[in-house]
């Protein structure tokens, strides 16, 4: 036989097993249903060396249902700390996740010589002294820096939606502020409410510090957009104390979390707008009036106008995760996930919160 004929039958036989392989290949994943998927974990979620920007983890698990579906959640006890914006969501929460998996042991850590906060949580847990943390503001750049150079970087998965209410005395004939005259407020240049199409009584507006929390730290950089607040404005440790403030006081005026606000019965929630004359209430009409209002019969989440925009100040409320691929990632990410599935979410709307999913 000659050297091309014997070329031609090898050529021929590599072609015929290529052609029985591919075959074969193709018969097996069809009769065994073979393929190949990507495994999603945390490592995967990280922000790439460098980044200015947090990474959006995504959540591991899609659209699990209830607390008992969620696996890889990790056995001990585990710590965190940070958002009081969160507080309503952890009361009716943390309970469950306990009952339905009671080895993810949970302890809100209160700080010992600081407010809690939601910048409070996240330096706790750069620091080490927590495993994740609730924030109701973003990851700031130089939380970033800090975190990478601890050798590690953090990651925020957003688990609800929050929006920012004001409150004045529950006897105050005013409709509604823009957003441009809750500024002048704040930064001093409005100080009487008959500037703004109310009686004459001098306002007295009530903050917490900056440094106290996120909430705070939205409305300086959002609402104030960096400005100094005026120097009459009062700074009070905790909602609960300035909302009491509130209410002893015909002038006065707060902020804070949706949820903190509209409920309350001591106060009443003041409608806001983008333009003059153009308000959304934070809460569900028709509005029960402080006389009215009572421990079966409160005011509710305007859920539609949160949802859709239409209030002008929305948010999202974050875990914020340390990756570093130990087992404090593998929690955060877990109480996301937790916090994630439908029966999760069922219960951050009954805390009064915007389900996010």
């Not at 309503?88 to 929460?93: E, F, N, Q, Y």
């Not at 409709?175 to 930064?187: A, E, F, H, N």
Request: charged letters at 15%; hydrophobic letters at 35%; glycine letters at 8%.
């Amino acid at each position: 036989m000659s050297k091309k004929n014997e070329t031609l039958i090898l050529l021929s036989s590599v072609l015929i097993t290529g052609v029985l392989l591919a075959g074969g290949f193709w018969w097996f994943s069809k009769t065994s249903n073979f393929n190949i998927t990507q495994i999603i974990n945390p490592q995967n979620t990280k922000s790439s060396p460098g980044s200015s920007n947090p990474s959006q983890t995504t959540p591991t698990q899609g659209n699990k249902t209830t607390f008992t579906s969620v696996s890889n959640v990790p056995t001990g006890a585990f710590t965190y700390g940070g958002s009081t914006s969160f507080a309503p969501m952890r009361l009716a929460i943390d309970s469950a996740i306990q009952a339905a998996q009671p080895q993810f042991k949970l302890q809100y850590l209160q700080p010992t010589n600081a407010a809690p906060g939601s910048a409070q949580g996240i330096k706790s847990l750069i620091n080490g002294e927590i495993t994740f943390a609730q924030s109701s503001r973003p990851v700031l750049e130089q939380e970033l820096t800090l975190a990478n150079n601890k050798q590690f970087k953090l990651g925020q998965i957003p688990v609800a939606i929050d929006g920012l209410a004001v409150a004045v005395h529950k006897e105050l004939n005013i409709p509604g502020l823009t957003i441009d005259q809750v500024k002048s407020i704040y930064t001093g240049k409005i100080d009487n409410w008959k500037q703004v199409g109310g009686p004459n009584i001098p306002i007295q507006a009530f903050s917490r510090r900056i440094s106290d929390g996120g909430t705070v730290e939205l409305f300086f950089q959002d609402i104030l957009g960096g400005q100094a607040f005026g120097s009459k404005v009062e700074f009070i440790p905790t909602t609960t104390q300035a909302l009491q403030k509130v209410a002893d006081s015909p002038g006065g005026i707060y902020y804070a979390s949706a949820p903190e606000i509209v409920p309350q019965c001591s106060i009443k929630p003041l409608p806001l707008g983008r333009t003059q004359g153009q308000y959304v209430p934070p809460y569900q009409e028709p509005f029960i009036v402080p006389s009215n209002c009572r421990d079966d019969n409160r005011n509710k989440l305007n859920i539609e106008a949160f949802q859709s925009g239409k209030y002008p100040i929305t948010r999202n409320l974050f875990v914020v995760i340390k990756q570093n691929g130990q087992i404090e990632e593998q929690a955060g990410v877990a109480y996301a996930n937790l916090l994630l599935t439908q029966q999760g979410q069922e219960l951050i709307a009954q805390s009064g919160f915007v389900k996010i999913r």
